[in-house]
């Protein structure tokens, strides 16, 4: 799966590997389990997952170090959700 390119790309890389991951695996996920999926550094992943918690697709389940988090994606709030309601339509 490729990151490279535009930002856009790359989180929707990282919220493919998500999905891919809560639906094999569960809900609950670190920066390092993304990174491998990926084939990326972990420094590539966790900023970007810091975004994701912004736009409301991934909850801090737990802020110990390493921090886990909780797959939102698709749930009522989250980015997709929004655009799922709306069509795309972001405005």
């Given amino acids: 799966m490729s990151v490279d390119g535009r930002p856009d790309q790359a989180l929707g890389a990282i919220r493919d590997a998500l999905r891919e991951r809560r639906d094999r695996i569960g809900p609950y996920v670190k920066a390092r389990h993304v990174a ?3 084939d990326v550094p972990v420094q590539y ?3 970007r997952l810091s975004a ?3 736009m409301g697709d991934l909850t801090v389940w737990s802020d110990a ?8 994606l698709d749930e009522r709030g ?5 655009e799922a309601a709306t069509g795309g ?3």
């Fill in 52 to 54: 994701l918690v912004d």
């Fill in 89 to 91: 339509d972001r405005r």
């Fill in 36 to 38: 491998e999926d990926l």
């Fill in 45 to 47: 992943v966790t900023p």
């Fill in 78 to 82: 989250g980015t997709d959700a929004d």
């Fill in 65 to 72: 170090t390493p921090r886990t988090y909780r797959i939102t």
